[in-house]
């Protein structure tokens, strides 16, 4: 599922963004970001996974404002931790990290930080009208227009809230 924050929340740290859902039960709730680059690279904190040369300069994503290890949300089910919807994975921890990259095909999203909640917060937030959400698909996760990325998910809700099942 995507999260996209409502003009009801007031966390700034959400304003016009999407989150992609990574998990969500009765012990809390994890997401990421997908509209929110920073201006590091991949290449800047590689050093940090590798001793060889970085292979991409792939922009780092501000996943969130809850820290947190390096996560890279792609395409590539054998180096997978997580299946979140059809065809799009999260893994994080160093080897994963480095084949994905030297694997130079795929498609994949390199986060720092992450959207946490506790247990029952976001079920309260959506009770209270601070987020909209709507069914998360692989083109919108790799999306390369990220600065129409909350109007094309925001639209996708606006069209189900008028003509629902359609």
């Not at 998990?23 to 690279?41: C, F, I, K, M, Y």
């Not at 922009?59 to 089910?77: A, I």
């Not at 083109?139 to 600065?147: G, K, L, T, Y």
Request: hydrophobic share 35%.
């Amino acid at each position: 599922m995507f999260l996209v924050a409502s003009p009801y929340l007031s966390d700034e740290n959400f304003y016009r963004t999407v989150v992609l859902m990574v998990q969500h039960d009765s012990e809390g709730a994890l997401g990421v970001v997908l509209n929110r680059p920073t201006e590091s690279s991949l290449e800047e904190v590689w050093e940090l996974f590798s001793e060889g040369p970085c292979p991409t300069d792939a922009p780092v994503y501000l996943g969130g404002p809850v820290p947190g290890p390096l996560m890279v949300v792609h395409d590539n089910d054998e180096i997978a931790d997580t299946e979140i919807v059809p065809g799009v994975y999260v893994t994080s921890g160093s080897t994963y990290v480095e084949k994905l990259t030297e694997s130079g095909s795929g498609k994949f999203r390199f986060f720092t930080g992450y959207s946490g909640w506790g247990a029952g917060q976001l079920d309260h937030e959506l009770e209270e009208g601070g987020w909209l959400y709507a069914p998360a698909g692989q083109d919108e996760v790799f999306s390369e227009d990220i600065d129409e990325l909350w109007k094309q998910v925001t639209g996708k809700i606006g069209l189900e809230i008028l003509a629902p099942g359609v």
